[in-house]
């Protein structure tokens, strides 16, 4: 592992240089691999509306739901202003932000959304979300603030997750308890909502009053900002969230800086920065704990074609660090709106169950093109540093590798360019599992190391490009294709360990080609299955 540690030095070097350079937020924009429009912040009038003037009392025990939203109200009604929250314990129900406002809590202000779930009205058989806002435009939330969803007496726990001590707590605390025993819920309410909601299917003339009983089942997500143009979001902690922290939807030109996600790694859908279907986005300087996904793009409900109109395009993602979640970055699993135009880069992934992950399934899926990640480091990756993987969650066990047509929302991941990657210790190294009938093609890595316990696996792929790749692994055989053509593999190196470079299987795979790569000292260099013919593979 000599020759890996020299390598990390190297990437280590590139890091300092790289620093050394203006990396600031529009420089990211400037240097982003497509034409990125400007993003820009919006601007508010200096106007100050306190909400210890509308009656807010920073004790903890007041509620001040009524108070805040005065001063909102107040400060939109006078053309907009700095909705100002001081230090202090705010005790409040929803916050619905309008046009024009800015929503600045001061460091030492901590905001706890009420645990009493009665606060929370249903709204088209949704419950309304601890803060939110919809049509709106130049809004913000920023400061230092610290934003608590009260999650913990909503999400349920699975026992799986749940440390002993933990979960006895929890049992002695009341709630309620799955049948199988696997799955607590902080009430009754809760853990019997999904069963309620199927007997209201096929009713009509359905009221609010109707869906009250699954309220504890519909979890709202903590922060949502919808249908809105010039958004800025700086500076906040979002934390406990009752299922996703941050999940902005269908909303052009938006900056979301310097926030910090913190859900418990167990938080059951605490996902921490999702983005739904919106265009021209930042998101910089971010740090994230997460419970479920780190940061994910999402891109469902698109009026458009897909293919030529995304519902989500020009998103640039720079100096974030995701400690821990099911994945640093994520793309999926629903990508049917399609997605086009995604930068990543200089972020750190620690402790994630996976790294980089790219999800999606049939009837969930669609075109998501022109990705760019580079200059990620990532260490102790639970699974896989990257995956593609087109059977999230898919049930059908039987047949789910057999041919299907092809439909609008088959999902197609191609032309992603994922270089300058540098990962330790991670399960995996790079796996990839397209569908028969839509592999995952045009997938660029270049100047990657990693090491890992197993190397590069592909089912179902086409035309893979390895480039000065470095995969250090006790495993013997450093590449398993399956049904994969045109494969490009060019100065790709690992240790000793390896004695197979290449195993090929299924009918499929053809076109391999290999340079720049010593096979001298493999005893065992190319392994093909019987039906391949040793012509599919090109040595230069």
Known sequence: MIIAGVFFVVAACHAVAQSNESNSMEYYIAHAPFKMPAVTEPKFNNKIFNIIDYGAVGDGQTLNTTAIEKAISACNAAGGGIVLIPQGLWLTGPIELKSNVNLHANRGALITFSTDHTQYPMIDGRTKLPLSGNKLENVGITGEGIYDGGGDTWRPLKKSKAAPALWADLLKSGGAVSSDGSMYWPTKEGMSGEEYLKTLKGKTGLTEKDYLPARDFLR?????????????????????????????????????????????????NGDGIDISSSKNTVIYHC???AGDDGICMKSSGNKGNPDTEPGLENIVIADCIVNHAHGGFVIGSN????????????????????????KSSRDRGGLVHDIYIDNIYMHDILNEAILFNTYYEDTNKEGVAKMAPITAKTPRFQDFYISQIYCSNAKTAIAITGLPEMPVN?????????????PFSSTDAADISLKN???FSPASTLLVLNNTQNVIVDNIDFN??????????????????????NLKGLT?????????????????
């Open 220 to 268: 709202p997500v903590l922060v949502s900002i919808t249908n809105s143009k010039n958004v800025l979001i700086d500076g906040p902690t979002f934390k406990n969230s009752p299922q996703f922290a941050l999940n902005p939807k269908y909303c052009t030109n938006m900056i979301i800086r310097n926030v910090t996600i913190n859900n418990e790694y167990y938080a059951q």
């Open 287 to 289: 740090t994230v704990n």
């Open 335 to 358: 990508t049917d709106g399609g997605m086009r135009n995604i930068y990543v880069t200089n972020c750190n992934f620690i402790n994630t169950d996976i790294g980089i992950r790219i």
């Open 442 to 454: 045009h997938i660029n890595f270049s100047d990657i190391i990693i090491s890992a316990n197993e």
């Open 469 to 471: 790749t470095k995969i």
């Open 496 to 517: 000793k360990s390896t004695t197979t470079l290449i195993s090929a299987g299924g009918e499929n795979t053809k076109g391999i080609k290999i340079s720049h790569t």
């Open 524 to 540: 065992n260099p190319i392994k093909l299955d019987k039906q391949l013919d040793k012509n599919i593979i090109t040595i230069q």
